[in-house]
């Protein structure tokens, strides 16, 4: 039996405390009032304002039109991960697949391009970007805040290097059987790729859940307003003797938080699976 090592433990359990110190110290100091955390800093006991702080965050209307709710928003920031999630995994999927599958010359070479990609970060095509959907009339939709960043050259990595992985042989048995390039894709190569899916879902959830500079650029309707962004407009009222709610924007970014934890929690076991899993 292997030895138990203490300083190991312990080196794990300081990461685990200093990891889970501010996200407890965020969602105790929501519980007080805003004066209370203005006054006092934060919090890591709780307070008696947490049922209150959550309803109101959650029900209340508020913005410049008077319409927007924390339920709003959270619907918002929940359609932009499940776009970017589902969307990204089928554009990488089929990408993969032409790349991998049918034979072209200079395939290499595009799939490289497509990586050079990564070189090239949203903030270096944001205004292309945007000045298409504005020509496109897309601003203030939720076609232009997913459609724009859908392709993407870590998922067809991913994909790429999961189908070069699959056996030849399913190919071959595939023809046998008079499959063709559509019935392959969908009935052998989509179910062997599961895990790899829940992998880049994880991913790119997170990767839509936490956007904010594409939104702010792309929506002027407080009704197409994210949780990132909702949390930004709380902090940045200052006006003469009014403070932050420091309260509702702690309370909302523990909300934020919790549908990404939710997914990464659900689907773990299918995530390690899907980035350390050789043999198919």
Not at 184 to 209: E, Q
């Amino acid at each position: 039996m292997q030895k138990i090592k203490p300083f190991d433990h312990l080196i794990l359990i300081l990461g685990v405390l200093f990891l889970c110190a501010p996200v407890v110290m965020a969602l105790m100091s929501s519980t007080h009032a805003a004066i209370d955390i203005h006054s006092n800093g934060l919090s890591l006991l709780p307070g008696g304002n947490g049922i209150e702080t959550y309803t109101k965050v959650l029900t209340h209307k508020g913005g410049f039109t008077g319409d927007v709710t924390g339920l709003l928003m959270l619907r918002n920031s929940l359609i932009m991960g499940l776009g970017f999630a589902v969307g990204k995994i089928a554009l990488s999927m089929m990408a993969a697949y032409a790349l991998v599958y049918f034979r072209f010359r200079f395939a290499t070479l595009l799939f490289w391009a497509i990586f050079a990609t990564l070189l090239l970060p949203l903030e270096v095509r944001i205004m292309p970007s945007y000045q298409v959907m504005s020509e496109l009339h897309l601003l203030n939709t939720y076609t232009g805040l997913i459609v724009p960043l859908l392709a993407s050259a870590t998922g067809t990595f991913f994909f790429r290097q999961f189908f070069r992985s699959v056996p030849d042989e399913l190919l071959e048995a595939a023809r046998i059987d008079g499959a063709g390039p559509v019935k392959f894709f969908i009935d052998v190569l989509v179910p062997l790729s599961k895990t790899m899916m829940a992998a880049i879902f994880i991913i790119m959830f997170i990767y839509g859940w936490n956007q904010y500079l594409w939104p702010l650029l792309m929506t002027t309707d407080e009704s197409f307003y994210t949780l990132m962004r909702g949390i930004k407009s709380i902090l940045q009222v200052w006006v003469g003797s009014q403070i932050p709610d420091y309260n509702e924007a702690f309370a909302l970014a523990v909300l934020a938080m919790v549908p990404p934890v939710a997914v990464v929690v659900i689907f773990q076991r299918m995530f390690i699976k899907g980035l350390t899993e050789s043999d198919k």
